[in-house]
Structure formats: structure tokens, C-alpha cells
């Protein structure tokens, strides 16, 4: 059973340095929502590194959040577009595939891909 139990889950993604860090909320369980506040009351950082070791249910959760969320992000029509500047000043856009959550979808391992999670 779901309540208003809300987390953020923070990402970054090792070689897509151009996307930067993403965010977003998941609802989960009472259970699991309460075993993460309960270790981050004992001063845990709540990490993937942490996370993967100690709560390996939880974490596999969480990268499964992760992978669903790049690819909601990729098929957004910006995906790997970045802002350039011309030097007289003027901007325009241009695509990285560095700054792509659909090119993170399909490229990147479990063991790429480092989150922290923060307990509303």
C-alpha cells in the first residue's frame, strides 16, 4: 500500500557529464519509506553506494525508477540538446548525445549510474 510517502531521487550518470544531475519524485511503500528514514536517522547518507550494499531490494527499485525516468526525459524533443553561443553573442542549440537521457537508457550500466535519494 502507497500513501503520501514521497521521495527524490537524484541521478548523475558517469560519461554524460553534459546532462548534469536529474531529479525526480517516487511514491513508495510505508515499509520502505520508513526503512530509509530510520537509516538516515542513524546518520546513514542516503547514497547508492550505501543503498546497494545495505538495502539491495531497495536499490534495484530505485535504479529501475532511474531507467523509467531517462526514458520519459529522452523522448522529451529537447533530449541532448544543449545551449551554445555564436561569439558575436546569439544563441543556438545543438545536440550531444553526452547530454541525452535516451542515449544514458541505452548505454549505460547499473554500475554507471549514482543517485541520492532525500526523504520529504
Known amino acids: ?35 530509509l528514514q530510520d537509516a538516515e536517522d542513524e546518520g546513514e547518507m542516503l547514497d547508492s553506494d550505501y543503498i546497494s550494499e545495505e538495502m539491495p531490494g531497495i536499490h534495484r527499485k530505485i535504479l529501475k525508477a532511474i531507467r523509467e525516468n531517462m526514458e520519459e526525459e529522452g523522448m522529451n524533443p529537447d533530449d ?8 558575436w553573442g546569439a ?6 548525445s553526452d547530454a541525452s537521457h535516451m542515449e544514458m537508457y541505452n548505454m549505460a550500466e547499473d554500475d554507471d549510474i549514482e543517485y541520492s535519494v532525500t526523504i520529504y
Open 1 to 35: 500500500m502507497y500513501s503520501d510517502n514521497s521521495i527524490e531521487i537524484t541521478y548523475t550518470v558517469f560519461g554524460f557529464d553534459e546532462a548534469g544531475e536529474t531529479s525526480f519524485d517516487m511514491e513508495v511503500s510505508d515499509h520502505l519509506y520508513n526503512k
Open 80 to 87: 541532448g540538446m544543449i545551449e551554445k553561443r555564436y561569439p
Open 91 to 96: 544563441h543556438y542549440k545543438e545536440y550531444n
